[in-house]
């Protein structure tokens, strides 16, 4: 039998994303143990998620670093610490630079409020509706040097509805967040997701398009 897979997660805000893992996990619905939960806001809730499931969390404020690559060496080592398989980035709001992105390269995944490679960026639900969008979602991503622009493992869709603003927008989004997190972690508990650098590998074979979250959380 396989090791349990061990992720550690990136938050910079609520962590409802993260509380999304721990439940599922709780449930016994994904085999996984969160190692270890970094925020680089000390006043992040996502902090308290995590101590009340008794994750070991820490904080790295760059603002405490001169330069940006001290503060992602310092993210680097703590992530290392735990000896995570994947580092789920999770509203972390900060990019990361070559001490985190080179050791767990092919293992970092960022969690996009768009239907990637539309929106990159902040402010995605707005953009969404000043552009006339009839669908917003949210995609899964393997983590580069480009801002939200690796390639994309999973996406969930929802449709623009008559009268949404950004906020109806992002609350109807953020549950559909959490259960494509969740299936999107399950199938890499069953090893069935690969980055070599150059393509994405799904049970083997090249993704030619991102897997689509369905109703029944299958991703096809
Ligand atoms: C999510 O909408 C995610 O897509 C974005 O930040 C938000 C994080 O929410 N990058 P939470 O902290 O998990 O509640």
């Not at 970094?38 to 995590?50: V, Y």
């Not at 940006?68 to 060496?73: A, L, S, Y």
């Amino acid at each position: 039998m396989r090791a349990r897979l061990r992720v550690c997660v990136l938050i910079s805000g609520s962590g409802s994303n993260l509380q999304a893992l721990i439940d599922a996990r709780d449930e016994g619905r994904i085999d996984i143990d969160i190692v270890g939960v970094i925020s680089n806001q000390a006043d992040a809730r996502g902090l308290e998620r995590a101590s009340r499931a008794g994750i070991p969390a820490s904080i790295v404020e760059h603002q405490d670093f001169a330069h940006r690559n001290k503060f992602d060496r310092a993210l680097g080592l703590l992530i290392g610490a735990g000896k995570p398989h994947w580092v789920i980035l999770a509203g972390f709001m900060r990019i990361v630079g070559s001490a985190v992105l080179d050791p767990f390269k092919g293992r970092l995944i960022n969690l996009h409020p768009s239907l990637l490679p539309l929106y990159r960026g902040t402010d995605t639900y707005q953009r969404v509706l000043d552009a006339g969008d009839r669908e917003h979602g949210a995609s899964i991503h393997f983590v580069t040097g480009e801002l939200d622009g690796g390639p994309v493992i999973s996406q969930v869709r929802l449709p623009v509805l008559a009268g949404d603003d950004k906020h109806k927008l992002a609350a109807r989004l953020a549950p559909m967040e959490h259960r494509l997190l969740v299936s999107t972690i399950e199938f890499f508990t069953q090893h069935r997701v690969e980055y070599s650098g150059a393509e994405v590998l799904v049970d083997e074979n090249s993704l030619e398009h991102p897997l689509l979250l369905q109703a029944d959380d299958r991703l096809v």
